[in-house]
């Protein structure tokens, strides 16, 4: 059995004894690493076999948690007879440390979409029952008021009545507006983040009596609709 250095200076720490060349490993590892030697000895007679085989062992020590990569390859001779293996390791916890970290930010970034849509959900059903649902509501005891009682009002009460109804369905129509620009803006897909932006401030100055000043250095060129539509919620919210 062949072996680079990385395994080398792994044994030689689990035992705290130099492994010299030489060394029968096997015999070496049955005595003084029975654990390590039941993990890797079935791969040494797979290799024997003139089969390669790649594992990934896991190593605590000093209240950390270090992963080796473990490659076991035949050792042919020019005849093709299997004659050794060679064991090959490489230390992968830097990777594996890495790998955890991206997979923890992406846990983040979903938990954060999901709450974001949730609040936005959220957001549009206030919207429906506050507003929209109300003014709606409005319009249909007016209406209602003057189907029932035709022969009780006077024509111009009737007037007043339907007048009533019909500014709270043009407030119902502006609010549905007003709901469907802030989901999907169309002046988003059409003209781009930046015109959208322009617009979104003088809509927000104009509702609240505000002097909002607006400015870019943002490319000409259209940026990815994923990202405009993040940019315009961020811009939204604030």
């Known amino acids: 059995i062949y072996f680079n250095t990385i395994f080398q200076t792994h044994v030689e720490k689990l035992t705290g004894q130099r492994v010299e060349p030489g060394l029968d490993l096997s015999q070496f590892a049955r005595r003084r690493l029975p654990r390590l030697y039941a993990i890797y000895h079935p791969y040494i007679l797979q290799a024997l076999n003139g089969e390669m085989s790649v594992i990934e062992y896991e190593h605590q020590d000093d209240n950390k948690k270090y992963y080796i990569e473990i490659n076991y390859y035949p050792l042919v001779d020019e005849n093709g007879h299997v004659e050794g293996v060679v064991v090959n390791s490489h230390n992968q916890t830097s990777r594996k440390e890495l790998e955890q970290a991206r997979r923890a930010q992406e846990r983040i970034t979903l938990n954060a979409l999901v709450k974001g849509q949730d609040e936005e959900r959220k957001r549009i059903a206030a919207e429906l029952h506050d507003g929209l649902a109300q003014t709606i509501n409005v319009a249909k005891i007016n209406i ?63 509702k609240e009596h505000l002097t909002v000043n607006f400015f870019t250095n943002l490319p000409d060129e259209r940026l990815p609709d994923s990202l405009s539509v993040s940019f315009y919620r961020i811009a939204q919210e604030a």
């Open 144 to 206: 209602q008021n003057v189907l029932e009682s035709t022969q009780k009002l006077t024509r111009e009460k009737q007037q007043q009545l339907v007048r009533i109804a019909y500014n709270s369905l043009v407030e119902a129509i502006a609010e549905i507006r007003t709901i469907s620009q802030n989901l999907t803006p169309k002046v988003l897909q059409d003209y781009g983040l930046v015109v959208a932006l322009r617009n979104l401030c003088q809509r927000v100055g104009a």
